[in-house]
């Protein structure tokens, strides 16, 4: 069974970082595309980021191209999501995924967590 954990979520002002990170069980970064996305209250759950099993491809929602980059450390099991210029529109909670195919489609991915909280104050 695939477990999956976000920590980092905050309050933060436009303009602040954050760095929400997601832990797995098991060997789950290795097997599987490790994806991020982020739903606001009455909003649709949407594409943020997603790396891929081998670490070398990488996508990002327009959103946040430039200002978001994601990654994995293997031996700790861990994806990281380095949220950079932060802007009230970025308020949502955002949930660690994992999937075969690694796309923007929510229904490409089989496991996710429960969510973090990231609220940008302006």
């Known amino acids: 069974q695939v477990l999956l954990g976000e920590l980092g979520g905050g309050l933060v002002q436009a303009g602040a970082s954050l760095s929400p990170s997601c832990a797995a069980s098991?060997?789950?970064?290795?097997?599987?595309?490790m994806g991020w996305f982020c739903q606001a209250p009455g909003k649709e759950r949407e594409f943020v980021a997603v790396?891929?099993?081998?670490?070398?491809?990488?996508d990002f929602a327009d959103s946040v191209k430039g200002r978001f980059t994601i990654s994995k450390d293997s031996a700790k099991n861990t994806v990281y999501l380095e949220m950079n210029s932060l802007k009230p529109e970025d308020t949502a909670v955002y949930y660690c995924?994992?999937?075969?195919?690694?796309?923007?489609?929510?229904?490409?991915?089989?496991?996710w967590g429960h969510g973090t909280q990231v609220t940008v104050s302006s």
């Open positions: 790396i891929h099993r081998s670490g070398d491809t990488t």
């Open positions: 995924a994992a999937g075969i195919y690694g796309d923007r489609s929510v229904i490409s991915y089989e496991y």
């Open positions: 098991g060997r789950t970064v290795s097997r599987y595309a």
